[in-house]
């Protein structure tokens, strides 16, 4: 299949992005979002961002990839992984008016990165799927317990949040702490989520223990011996094998 | 309501054909109320230094394009967003990339040609130099050795084994080495080092290329060991003499934000960058 690569310029509250997306010849009508972790650009560690488009966009699912203000070839100051909803949801906007034809978004993330994919996915019913690669859950160390009992005293029911669809009262309280926010974020919401841990990588297992202390509803592959940033081709080519089926499966 | 809309200078993302493939490219037109300058082709650095130091490349093609230069930085084949895999790179293909996104460049920018690069960058400047002369070499902290390069580059594999390893992991360069030569390609850190990459890089030396006569500056944190840099620059500045070619040593103190972990900015840097060249268009 033919893929068009186009280079974007776009703006988030006046600032410069820059974004690259993979158009395919016959688009699948379901796009991927890549939200890069930090400190790391569009392209990815050891490339993987780049070399993942190019094995999904052959496939069909368009992919766009950008850099959040401050980072990579984008204008502004540098940012926070949980301060850049407004560059997600500015990217989304330049790839729906870049594809009007596309009808969901599937956010894919890496560390801090698919932190950041999940904080947002409940904020937005364009977003129909997270793939999440060993998120990063804060450096609080061991979660104790459930947290959702008590959470829903600080942010009410879940049905309500899920009732108000499209149009959420936003984001989970920013002055929760970090465990609490993603658990509540992906009780919230209602889209399919797969997550992809490296057996090898701390960060990953410590967010498996807060899945399953909250018994979150998630799709889960632990890919054998890999470090957090997947930095082989065997474990890169098996990420992008696994996120291009699950993506398409649904 | 009626002011002139002098915004800042925007960049420009592209992607254009080459062989083979195509290369993904960014243009930063020159401001339009300054008087142009000429031009500036930045050389980016290897493999994962590429990534780690691209906010600075892109401050610093803001700074340069704020004061009249035209800028373009291009990615090389198999680097960044550019086609191709890391491990079908090659040098002369990276030389070739360089003289296609000179002829762009200097179709936009009538003026003087300027080269520069970054760590490795620096290097690949140099040697493309030599073949198709400019008017000047910025070099930001770069390496003078391509085989020192390569080592340093190996040497993170040994520290990321030294985490994971395995029983019959490589534990020196030398042994590194001979694993590339026996099965033509090595793997870093997610990056395959193909052996023809390596040795081309390996054979290249910063005192032995023959620079045009022009301008070279050299801007280096002079941490760890200020004396040796010094001498460096002392050697190279007689060699590239004969050929005519006036090094400006510009020591400084910064942060290494080319390596792992630190700080991705160093203003120090920008601000020695930007002070000599808003001094040399006086």
């Known amino acids: 299949m033919n893929i068009e690569q186009r280079a974007l310029q776009f703006h988030c509250q006046g600032t410069s992005l820059v974004g690259i997306i993979d158009v395919p010849e016959r688009p699948h009508q379901r796009g991927v979002l890549v939200v890069s972790g930090g400190p790391q650009y569009r392209v990815g560690s050891h490339r993987h961002y780049t070399l993942l488009s190019r094995l999904l966009a052959p496939r069909g699912i368009p992919v766009m990839r950008f850099d959040y203000r401050g980072m990579g070839d984008s204008e502004g100051e540098p940012r926070a992984f949980d301060a850049i909803d407004e560059d997600i949801r500015a990217a989304i906007k330049e790839f729906l008016l870049q594809m009007p034809d596309l009808r969901e978004i599937v956010i894919w993330g890496l560390g801090d990165g698919a932190t950041a994919a999940s904080l947002y996915a409940p904020t937005d019913a364009r977003v129909r799927g997270l793939v999440l690669l060993n998120p990063w859950a804060g450096s609080d160390g061991a979660i104790t317990g459930p947290l959702i009992p008590q959470l829903l005293a600080r942010f009410g029911e879940i049905g309500f949040w899920k009732k108000v669809g499209s149009r959420p009262a936003g984001a989970i309280d920013a002055s929760l702490p970090l465990p609490q926010r993603i658990v509540a974020s992906l009780t919230c919401f209602d889209g399919a989520t797969l997550v992809l841990l490296g057996g090898a990588d701390a960060i990953g297992h410590q967010f498996a223990e807060l899945l399953e202390k909250n018994q979150t509803d998630c799709r889960r592959v632990t890919i054998a011996g890999a470090n957090h940033t997947f930095a082989s081709r065997e474990w890169r080519d098996e990420v992008a094998e696994i996120s291009a089926n699950w993506i398409v499966s649904w | ?282």
């Open chain 2, 1 to 282: 309501m009626n002011a002139p809309l002098f915004s800042a200078p925007r960049v420009e993302p592209f992607f254009f054909d080459a062989d083979p493939g195509t290369r993904f490219s960014l243009y930063h037109a020159p401001a339009p109320h300054v008087a142009p300058r000429g031009a500036i082709l930045y050389v980016h650095p290897f493999a994962e230094e590429l990534n780690r130091t691209r906010r600075m490349a892109s401050l610093q093609a803001r700074r340069f394009a704020s004061m009249g230069y035209a800028v373009l930085q291009i990615d090389l084949f198999g680097c960044g967003d550019s086609c191709g895999d890391f491990n079908a790179a090659r040098w002369d293909l990276w030389l070739r990339d360089l003289a296609t996104a000179r002829a762009w460049l200097a179709e936009r920018s009538p003026g003087p040609m300027q080269l520069w690069g970054l760590r490795l960058g620096g290097l690949l400047a140099l040697d493309f130099a030599a073949r198709s002369p400019v008017d000047g070499i910025i070099l930001w902290q770069p390496f003078l050795s391509g085989r020192t390069c390569i080592n340093q580059f190996l040497r993170q594999r040994l520290v990321a084994d030294a985490r994971n390893a395995g029983p019959g992991d490589p534990h020196t360069t030398a042994a590194l080495r001979a694993a590339m030569v026996a099965r033509g390609q090595v793997e870093v850190c997610g990056y395959e080092l193909a052996l023809p990459l390596a040795q081309a890089i390996d054979a290249v030396e910063a005192i032995a290329i023959a620079v045009p006569p022009c301008p070279i500056h050299w801007f280096a944190s002079g941490a760890p060991a200020p004396a040796r840099l010094a001498a460096s620059a002392a050697q190279l500045a007689q060699a590239w003499a004969a050929h005519g070619a006036t090094l400006h040593f510009h020591a400084l103190a910064g942060e290494p934000f080319w390596s792992d972990g630190g700080s991705s900015e160093c203003t120090a840097l920008l601000d020695a960058t930007s002070a000599t060249f808003a001094a040399a268009a006086q």
